[in-house]
């Protein structure tokens, strides 16, 4: 078992910034990709952004110049900066410890609002 806790979200105005953590415990031997996925109210969810154990990164289209990820492997936690935020940015946010392909642990979000 995998446990997710996410955290940082919260209401923002557009342009604004938030950083959101996530910790992973439980049945982690050596996690090589660790990413962030979201879903927009109504819509399917989405990768964000996911980063290797070496730290490559790979970025949503949509987010690139804007959002920043990085990752602790001691802490076993991922990060996403968000800057420039803007109203489509608006989703529930959730890590996961398999990226893009996500595995099937799923913590319960942290929700972020941009009002515009």
């Known amino acids: 078992q995998v446990q997710l806790v996410e955290s940082g979200g919260g209401l923002v105005q557009a342009g604004g910034s938030l950083r959101l953590s996530c910790a992973a415990s439980g049945s982690i031997f050596s996690i090589n990709s660790m990413g962030w996925f979201r879903q927009p109210p109504g819509k399917q969810r989405e990768v964000v952004a996911c980063?290797?154990?070496?730290?490559?990164?790979n970025y949503a289209d949509s987010v690139k110049g804007r959002f920043t990820i990085s990752r602790d492997n001691v802490k076993n936690t991922v990060y996403l900066q968000m800057n420039s935020l803007k109203a489509e940015d608006t989703a529930n946010y959730y890590c996961?410890?398999?990226?893009?392909?996500?595995?099937?642990?799923w913590g319960k979000g942290t929700l972020v609002t941009v009002s515009s």
């Open positions: 996961n410890v398999g990226c893009p392909v996500a595995t099937n642990y």
């Open positions: 980063i290797s154990r070496r730290g490559t990164t």
